[in-house]
């Protein structure tokens, strides 16, 4: 499953999934660009990739400023790998979702990939291909109260993939979605007994490492998953299907 003269950009590379992402990418040989806003996290993220062989280097943006997306989007247009990873899941019941929540929820959700992908995909495909993953979630697919405009923020993303593989898939752009289970991650770290009974609902019984998520990413984004377009590959410990 190598990876070997690709480029992958990778956002959120700075915590959780996307660091594991990253690393995984990395070790399988990609040159990975990292971004995140905190560059003391990504820089650290940089130096186990390099201390481990591998190749990568950070670009700070906030994916909550168009600017910073326009920016990263004009650096990173050449990647081979695009995986939309970062993300903002403020846990709150409607009635207290301020209008500054949602609009942040889908500024990094939803308005940062789709430009993202926006700029990348029509350069992938007049290359011949290229691969795009974005990391939705479980509550997407199931009603999560608490989670209202975080999960229609995954599930636009879900629907973004389906439309982005009608446009681009016939050029050799295929573009799929991980939706992951809970994880544990630095996000979840403070959940406590919160976590422990989301996790008694998945059949699996646990929580997945971050570097069981990046696995499934690692294969979407390789030739092994060739004839894989426009899927959500459920990486939850079997939530969504019971
Ligand atoms: N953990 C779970 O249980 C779980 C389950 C299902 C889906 N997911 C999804 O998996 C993805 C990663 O989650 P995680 O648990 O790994 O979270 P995490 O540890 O909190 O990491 C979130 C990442 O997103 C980046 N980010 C957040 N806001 C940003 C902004 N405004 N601009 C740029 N980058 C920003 C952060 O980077 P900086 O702080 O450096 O900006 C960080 O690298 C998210 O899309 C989440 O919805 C997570």
Redo the contacts with the bound molecule.
Sequence with gaps: MTLQGKTALV??????????VAMKLAHRGAHVIV?????R??EEVIAEIDAQGGNARFI??????FD?VRRLAGAAADVDVLV??????PGRPTEQTTEKDFD?VF???VK?PFYLTATIAPRMAARGGGAII??????ATIGMSGLAA?GAS?AAIEALTKSWTAEYGPQGVRVNVV??????????AAMGEM?DA?TATVPARR??D?DE?AAAVCFLASDEASFIYGAVLHA?GGRVAV
């Design positions: 956002t959120g590379g700075t915590s959780g999934i996307g660091r594991a971004t995140g806003r905190d560059k996290r990504g700070a943006a906030d994916l909550a400023n910073d939309n990873n970062a993300g903002v899941f942040l500024d990094v959700n940062a974005s990391i939705s979630t479980m509550a975080y995954k939706a992951p289970g809970p994880t544990h991650t630095p996000a979840n976590f989301l929580g997945a971050p998520i939850d």
